[in-house]
């Protein structure tokens, strides 16, 4: 809060700085209350004043709702003291100088975006931002150094401007491209998240997904081994895997190219070997060893990493080989992981088992599916509203680096395109969209419903006491300097 002497000298040209004629009017009432404090401090000494302050903020016995602080030492009035979060309460203050040195910094920051080229501010907007200043994780003293509250307020104001124009840009580009979708179907809504613009339905309206008994074992597995590479891969958000039918290999991908290449690079994933170390691996780090099978089966990456590990050499040869698909051009990166399994050079759909991942595919990718006559089942997840989502049906748009926000005339092409492929989909098959349901009852668009099953009492067991083995094993290894080649990085 109270700076040394030196730093306040050198902060207080910024008091003085010649704004609008109403910030340079009201200033002066700050720079009194400033003076005082200079006045405190040589008679007291700065850390006497510092020391003071504190114990003073300390014997509160609530928290402090604000953290623009500004004091008036002389006053013995605790409001005097410190300066209200909201712009409102700021009006209202009692002391007539701190209101004036409040009104000064607020002026001083329209002074400071004025002088940026900003025009036409939102004073309301900048008032909302004085609130979230007050209440950042960041003391200011607007007495002592106001430059630095005014820089911040500039600094949130320019970033929300932008990021408004941006989504106004995108979510009004977004619901036109859904326009067609929601003709078709009217119980389709488009939800306005900043981060994942989506189209979905009310949550009445979703389907609730339970564990399909029907899954096929294959698909257990590839979606067990998807849990475990996302969760070793933590910048991932999907994950997603493919069987050969000849047990021969596997192949396995994020939504991004540089992910992809930790697979080989980071996680040492080449063979079936690897992927039942790294289950092994993610089963030490979860503490296997001291853990009850009933809280075991309750985390779901436990689960699946157990259960992969128990089952992996049913469905993989031990020579059998992992493969990534290739990275996808730049300007595609993001695109979905079945898609990129499906496209990448490996797959064919006569050779392997169709892929799955942790999640359910979501609208974007199960209509690709469709359109390449894969039928990959009667659930589907959301329409996400990204570049990324909706990689197949843009692509002319984006070879041309057209994106979402930036489609202008091409929006209807990608809507109408978007509708035709949802009709010819559900004139062929009912696909529900919804979310799964996990092992604690939530619905969630995060993963596909979780089994029922568990592994019995014997299995838990006998892979606990594997998994000490390897440990040991482990360690008589590093000791004696040995080793594989390609260490896994946990
Ligand atoms: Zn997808």
């Not at 009217?186 to 994942?196: C, D, E, V």
């Not at 157990?306 to 040869?317: H, N, S």
């Not at 596909?448 to 094993?473: C, F, G, H, P, V």
Request: glycine share 8%.
């Amino acid at each position: 809060m109270l700076e040394t002497g030196s730093r306040r000298t050198g902060s207080k040209p910024a008091v003085t700085k010649p704004g609008t004629g109403a910030a340079s009017q009201t200033w002066g009432a700050g720079h009194a209350a400033q003076l005082k404090i200079l006045q405190l401090q040589k008679t007291l000494g700065n850390r006497a004043v510092t020391q003071l302050l504190r114990a003073q903020q300390s014997a509160q016995s609530t928290p402090p709702i604000q953290r623009v602080i500004a004091y008036d030492p002389s006053s013995s009035k605790e409001e005097e003291k410190k300066y209200p979060t909201t712009w409102l309460r700021m009006r209202n203050l009692d002391s007539k100088p701190m209101r004036k040195t409040a009104k000064g910094t607020f002026q001083m920051a329209v002074s400071e975006l004025q002088d940026m080229g900003i025009t036409g501010i939102d004073e309301e907007k900048l008032q909302e931002i004085w609130g979230k200043v007050a209440k950042a994780n960041k003391t200011f003293n607007i007495l002592d150094e106001p430059k630095a509250v005014v820089k911040e307020m500039a600094k949130r104001y320019v970033r929300s401007m932008k990021s408004k124009a941006g989504f106004a840009k995108r979510s009004g580009e977004t619901s036109k491209m859904l326009k067609h979708l929601r003709r078709k179907n009217k119980k389709f809504i488009f939800k306005n998240s900043p981060q994942n613009p989506m189209m979905v339905m009310e949550d009445d309206d979703l389907a609730k997904f339970s564990y399909d008994k029907n899954t096929s074992k294959e698909a257990q597995i590839q979606k067990q081994l998807s849990t475990v590479l996302l969760h070793s891969l933590p910048e991932g958000v999907e994950a997603q895997a493919a069987l050969s039918k000849d047990k021969g290999g596997v192949v396995m991908s994020t939504n991004i190219n540089a992910e992809n290449r930790k697979i080989d690079d980071d996680l040492g994933l080449e063979r079936r070997d690897d992927i039942l170390d790294l289950a092994a691996d993610v089963l030490e780090s979860h503490h296997l060893e001291s853990t009850s099978r009933e809280n075991a089966m309750k985390d779901h990456v436990m689960r699946h990493a157990l259960k992969l590990y128990d089952r992996l050499k049913l469905y993989l040869d031990d020579d059998a080989i992992v493969s990534v698909p290739a990275d996808v051009d730049v300007k595609f990166d993001g695109r979905h992981a079945e898609i990129r399994i499906q496209q990448g050079g490996v797959w064919n759909e006569f050779d392997y088992h169709l892929p799955t991942g942790t999640k359910y595919q979501c609208m974007g990718c199960r209509l690709y599916f469709h359109e390449e006559g894969l039928d990959t089942g009667n659930r589907m997840g959301g329409l996400w509203v990204t570049n990324s989502a909706l990689s197949t049906q843009m692509v002319p748009q984006l070879e041309k680096g057209i994106k979402i926000g930036g489609l202008g005339d091409e929006v209807d092409s990608v809507a109408l395109l978007l509708a035709t492929q949802y009709e010819k989909m559900m004139a062929a098959q009912q696909v529900e969209m919804g979310r799964g349901k996990t092992k604690g009852g939530e619905y969630t668009f995060d993963r596909q419903a979780d089994s029922e099953s568990e592994l019995d009492e014997a299995d838990y067991k006998r892979i606990q006491e594997d998994i000490k083995k390897r440990k040991l094993r482990k360690k008589v290894k590093g000791n004696g300097g040995g080793g594989k080649p390609h260490a896994h990085n946990h």
